[in-house]
């Protein structure tokens, strides 16, 4: 697919790999859809996207806001090209600080919003018999992390999703494509979700020395052209998915490590 020309709506645009996303989009000639819940964020992103930009508020935990936003685009727009699923909110406490509506929240940001969406968008693409349809996973969605086990939980969820859901609509012109980054110079860590669900309003080192968004996007709009099923974006980290594969106990020693450090 030549994103030149598609209508690619982008969640989670107002900042970090979906603003990144956005102007990479825009600038390879696409019209794209930015949503998030903060109008002032998405209109920045916008104004370095110039008129190729629209902002459609949408907050993916809720199924009433996803509906009028998919009824909205398609209104505005005729269908959506190119789905790219990227809002997200991490964690930072361990399972038993956590409570289950913190696991709930993680699970409906992340896993059922990415679903709700997608069931949203999918039948037009179908119609047509083209379309892409990217979800950004995790490492995270690959190997299990220490203080995350919810978040892991949702990734890998979302990874197996769009597996079996590649499976039934590749052979009807619909590529699906997940992008696992592993640690990325954003602002995510500030949003995590502690046990208790306030704001851990701090940064992480791991993400302050991570790769640039602007590294995400350029290698996803690539995958996107080539019709990639699967991508690994990062540093060192990415490793740990080939270890489980090679050595899955080395790699339980390897985190468990990292739990004691953390905690």
């Known amino acids: ?24 989009c825009s600038k390879a ?3 794209v859809v930015l949503s998030a819940r903060r109008q002032t964020e998405l ?3 916008a104004a370095q996207c110039g008129d190729r930009a629209d902002i ?26 190119v789905l790219i699923n990227n809002a997200g909110i991490t ?7 956590t409570d289950m509506a913190v696991y709930r929240r993680l699970l409906e940001v992340n896993l059922f919003g990415t679903i709700a969406l997608t069931s ?4 037009g693409m179908l119609s047509r018999g083209a379309g892409q349809i990217v979800a950004v996973a995790s490492v995270a969605g690959k190997v299990g992390v220490p203080l995350r086990t919810g978040y892991c ?32 110079n954003t602002p995510l860590s500030f949003a995590a979700l502690q046990g208790d669900g306030t704001a851990h309003g701090a940064m992480d080192s791991e993400l302050a020395s991570g790769i640039a968004p602007e590294a995400v996007a350029t290698r996803t709009l690539r995958a996107i052209e080539r019709g990639e099923h699967e991508i690994l974006v990062g540093g060192k980290e990415i490793l740990g998915v080939h270890l489980k594969r090679l050595s899955p106990r080395l790699l339980n020693r390897v985190t468990r490590r990292i739990a004691r450090d953390r905690t």
């Open 1 to 24: 697919m030549d994103i030149d020309g598609q209508r690619v709506w982008i969640t989670g645009a107002s900042s970090g790999i979906g603003a990144a996303l956005a102007v990479a």
């Open 29 to 31: 000639g696409a019209q």
């Open 43 to 45: 209109e920045q992103v």
């Open 56 to 81: 459609q508020l949408l907050d993916v935990a809720d199924p009433e806001s996803i509906q009028a936003a998919v009824d909205a685009v398609q209104q505005r727009h005729g269908g959506v090209d």
């Open 91 to 97: 964690q930072r406490s361990t399972a038993v600080q």
């Open 120 to 123: 949203a968008v999918l039948p």
């Open 153 to 184: 939980a949702a990734k890998h969820a979302v990874v197996g999703y769009c597996d079996a859901l590649r499976a039934e609509v590749q052979d009807q012109g619909v590529g699906v494509l997940v992008v696992c980054p592993g640690f990325v």
